[in-house]
């Protein structure tokens, strides 16, 4: 099916960035911090598959307090087998929302380097809304946008202008405002069925994969630049839920679901072939409600018969970085603060 354009380009202007050296990473215990070059960094980049593609809608980073810096230390667990992982812990989503726009502009500033583009994969709920910052300055002037090249992790099967649109959402608040070319988003063909939907991104996936544009893992799957993605309160990324049989698909790059317990049911989704064979993948949790699944994933034992789809983000050759702030972090404090208290009584 033939790629037609959604429409949103507008002119850039190349300028240099002034950057104040990174602010201090706390990293889980024995992995290498995130070093990125710093230096000019440029304006950035858009498309859907669909023929009848309808007009778009038009860091204060915090140090870890020593006790939970202390439980990081106690759960070796938390640490990915494959590739590495990071923890920033924030005092508030404002804080969360400098330093995430940062990362995200010193990636887009080394792939362009190295490959001469960026491959930025999204995802819905409040990720976007983190994202903000980048459509101010510095970012929106210094940002080499015209090599960004946008997919989703997943998406809603539903008309791009429904109020359940990933693309809709990312569209509203952050693609309409960068100067990405209307060729680089990469949105589903809305008017085919979930099936269909899927298929046909995989499709794209693997021309842009021929072409250059996408990288490719050591076992085959398309390797992204950067993922950017949330995590539900039940521990579930992207469309891949909890003890669903989407987890276990690895013969697909992109796959498709019409039972979602979270609506609406139709959608398709990355699988974890995909996902982990990223570059970079940044998972920002927030909130108390989200605690739960955070303590599961980073501060108790894994078994392989009740791992969470956020548990089994493993990287294969790449660096996973959670974005978090104090209150998806409690319980984790929590649990330490009692194993201080009954080694203060012995």
């Known amino acids: 099916m033939a790629a037609s354009v959604v429409s949103h380009s507008r002119a850039a202007t190349?300028?240099?960035?002034?950057?104040?050296?990174?602010?201090?990473?706390?990293?889980?215990?024995?992995?290498?911090r995130l070093h990125l070059p710093t230096g000019t960094l440029y304006p950035a980049a858009r498309i859907s598959r669909c023929a009848d593609a309808p007009t778009p809608l038009r860091s204060n980073r915090r140090p870890l307090s020593p006790p939970l810096a202390m439980a990081y230390e106690a759960t070796p667990a938390a640490t990915a087998a494959n590739g590495k992982q990071g923890l920033l812990v924030f005092d508030s989503e404002e804080e969360l929302s400098v330093s995430l726009p940062k990362y995200t502009a010193e990636l887009s500033e080394k792939f362009v380097q190295e490959r001469g583009v960026f491959t930025v994969v999204l995802s819905g709920g409040s990720l976007v809304k983190s994202l903000r910052k980048l459509t101010e300055s510095p970012y929106l002037e210094s940002v080499d946008w015209a090599k960004w090249h946008v997919f989703w992790v997943d998406e809603r099967v539903v008309p791009k202008d429904h109020e359940d649109s990933n693309y809709k959402l990312a569209f509203d608040s952050f693609l309409s405002v960068v100067p990405i070319p209307p060729g680089q988003v990469y949105a589903i063909d809305d008017a085919l069925s979930a099936e269909g939907a899927a298929e046909d991104y995989e499709a794209a996936l693997k021309n842009l994969v021929n072409a250059g544009v996408i990288a490719v893992s050591t076992t085959g799957y398309p390797r992204?630049?950067?993922?950017?993605?949330?995590?539900?309160?039940?521990?579930?990324?992207?469309?891949?839920?909890?003890?669903?049989?989407?987890?276990?698909?690895?013969?697909?790059?992109?796959?498709?679901?019409?039972?979602?317990?979270?609506?609406?049911?139709?959608?398709?989704?990355?699988?974890?072939?995909?996902?982990?064979?990223?570059a970079y993948v940044a998972l920002v949790v927030t909130g108390a409600g989200k605690a739960g699944a955070v303590f599961k994933a980073l501060g108790s034992e894994k078994t392989s018969s009740d791992l969470l789809p956020v548990e089994?983000?493993?990287?294969?050759?790449?660096?996973?970085?959670?974005?978090?702030?104090?209150?998806?972090?409690?319980m984790l404090h929590d649990k330490l603060n009692k194993q201080l208290h009954v080694l203060h009584m012995c």
């Open 224 to 278: 992204f630049d950067l993922v950017l993605m949330g995590m539900g309160p039940d521990g579930h990324i992207a469309s891949l839920f909890p003890g669903h049989a989407l987890l276990s698909v690895t013969e697909k790059w992109v796959t498709y679901i019409k039972d979602s317990p979270k609506p609406p049911p139709g959608r398709i989704t990355f699988t974890f072939p995909v996902i982990n064979s990223s």
């Open 312 to 330: 089994m983000v493993s990287l294969e050759d790449g660096k996973l970085t959670w974005f978090t702030d104090k209150a998806a972090l409690s």
């Open 14 to 32: 190349a300028c240099r960035l002034r950057h104040l050296p990174l602010t201090r990473r706390f990293m889980l215990p024995a992995i290498p």
